[in-house]
């Protein structure tokens, strides 16, 4: 097969946000085709055969969007997963009589155009950006040969993609489990891009280096310690796009469970889950390693600490408590240090208010993203950073200390941050957080030190009237919040808040009713 075509071909500009066509998430991800996994999943347990309408599908979306022009070839992150998901349908009916000659031709038209898009613009995500795109981007590239062996140049795209995600891999992940993106879902987009790329290359007798798999077993280790085992979900932390690459099981978006089941049984041949529906998402993956098994993770009970990312957590029979303290290496996607939530029997009983959307309004951003929408505090109306445009922030906020101590009735922690800088460089705000080792009860005491003219308040987001947060100096200050478990989804809830001038301590008590 031989295609000409620029190396620096553009597509049509087209801006993230209009009021005429809304946000580009939505052009994006009918695009990814990740719907048609759903699909396969239901002609494979139904025994129906849909593949007729999935190359129609797949036909449709190649005469919409010309090589290189156009919103959905702006992304070398979009044009990374669209070909993957493409490649479960051409497996999967590859003796299909849909699957025509001719189809099969313009179809790897669009494969050779997506590889050399993705292999000309590497820099950018792995420069520019370095986050989950260029994990994706790389991963695309380093398994191309063995996915489309017949393409030569892949030799080359495939060596520099394994050398380039290898790379990516030992930078993003740090060496304590979390991630660089600050983010649980973002980190669980990585757990399914390292389960199909270890999986593929164990199947073709081939290996990463050592790194990858020491990195991706702490992964599954971090995210296992914070999930909830009623249903799988983690505290809404951090950026969350919606974004769920590969759709194997019929779990919610919030579950966990599948993906990090199937990570875990590939590097430790083991399951995390009996379940047969959350196991099915391996069936679809996995490929357990050759090499020497790691050992099974266990959950956790007491105190845990992941100094480098910046997460204190505390696991008591039913009770759950995540703490975020940290320092900012790589780029804050929100400011909320000094964040705290709240779980029992699964049910997230103190929140994190989520992200909404990344394209929309001003106000709503500013919520989202600012230290409004968590449970901590704020300076007047002033987040812990200065916000910049779009994902920028300034004056970010830093770790000073974080440690846990346990005493005979408690676990106490202690965090120090250097925040609101954009008021006064020195100024630091310290929180002392003390878990009643025998009833649910959580103390929680805060001092701003350097911003003493200013007034300053606690905020707190509880989920359900299951929760009695009082201070004795004061009562809350109601108010009506906004709340987003799922993107684009938005929920109003009442939250509350306490004024205070440097110092206070408020009481949290779970009430069983």
């Not at 590859?94 to 699957?99: F, R, V």
């Not at 929309?360 to 812990?384: A, C, D, I, R, W």
């Not at 350097?450 to 707190?460: A, C, E, F, M, T």
């Amino acid at each position: 097969m031989v295609i000409v075509m620029m190396q620096n071909s553009i597509g049509l500009r087209s801006a993230d946000l209009t009021a005429e066509a809304g946000d580009i998430k939505y052009v994006w991800e009918k695009s990814r085709f990740s719907y048609i996994l759903t699909i396969i999943r239901y002609d494979y347990h139904f025994e129906h055969d849909l593949s007729e309408f999935v190359f129609e599908e797949i036909d449709s979306w190649i005469q919409a969007n010309p090589i290189n022009q156009g919103p959905n070839w702006r992304c070398s992150q979009e044009i990374s997963l669209r070909i993957f998901n493409w490649c479960y349908a051409l497996y999967y009916y590859q003796n299909a009589h849909a699957l025509t000659e001719e189809r099969w031709q313009k179809i790897q038209q669009v494969i050779y155009a997506s590889l050399h898009h993705v292999y000309h613009h590497i820099d950018f995500s792995r420069i520019a950006v370095r986050n989950n795109h260029a994990i994706t981007e790389t991963l695309f590239l380093a398994l191309s040969n063995i996915l489309f062996p017949f393409i030569p140049e892949t030799k080359r795209w495939s060596k520099d993609g394994v050398k380039w995600l290898e790379k990516e891999i030992d930078y993003q992940i740090y060496d304590d489990g979390t991630f660089l993106q600050f983010s649980m879902n973002y980190h669980r987009v990585v757990v399914q891009l390292l389960s199909l790329g270890i999986s593929i290359f164990e199947k073709n007798k081939r290996q990463f280096s050592d790194v990858v798999y020491q990195k991706a077993y702490k992964s599954v280790n971090f995210l296992y310690q914070c999930m909830q085992d009623q249903n799988g979900w983690l505290p809404n932390y951090g950026s969350n796009d919606g974004a769920l690459f590969f759709p194997l099981t019929d779990a919610d978006y919030r579950d966990y469970r599948p993906q990090l089941n199937t990570l875990h049984q590939i590097l430790t041949g083991k399951s995390l889950s009996m379940n047969d529906e959350i196991r099915e998402d391996y069936h679809w993956v996995g490929g357990e390693i050759k090499k020497e098994h790691f050992q099974p993770i266990v959950k956790k009970q007491g105190i845990q600490s992941f100094d480098i990312g910046g997460y204190y957590l505390c696991r008591v029979g039913d009770l759950f408590t995540f703490i975020r303290c940290g320092n900012h290496k790589d780029r804050p996607a929100q400011a909320d240090n000094l964040h705290i939530d709240i779980w029992y029997k699964g049910e997230n009983v103190l929140r994190d208010s989520g992200t909404y959307q990344y394209n929309t309004s001003p106000e709503k951003l500013n919520y989202f993203m600012g230290t409004t929408s968590h449970n901590t505090v704020m300076v007047g109306e002033h987040s812990q950073m200065q916000k910049g445009g779009r994902f920028i922030w300034y004056f970010w906020s830093q770790k000073r200390e974080a440690s846990w101590k346990e005493t005979e009735d408690a676990f106490v922690f202690t965090g120090t941050i250097s925040a609101f800088r954009q008021l006064n460089h020195q100024a630091l705000h310290k929180r002392i957080l003390k878990i009643n080792k025998h009833k649910p009860v959580w103390m929680v005491r805060d001092i701003i030190n350097g911003l003493d003219s200013h007034r300053k308040k606690q905020i707190w987001h509880p989920n359900n009237l299951k929760l009695k947060i009082s201070c004795n100096d004061q009562q809350p200050t109601f108010f009506d919040s906004l709340n987003s478990d799922y993107y684009g989804l938005l929920e109003l809830k009442q939250s509350l808040s306490f004024e205070f001038d440097k110092s206070i301590e408020t009481k949290i008590e779970l009430i069983f009713r």
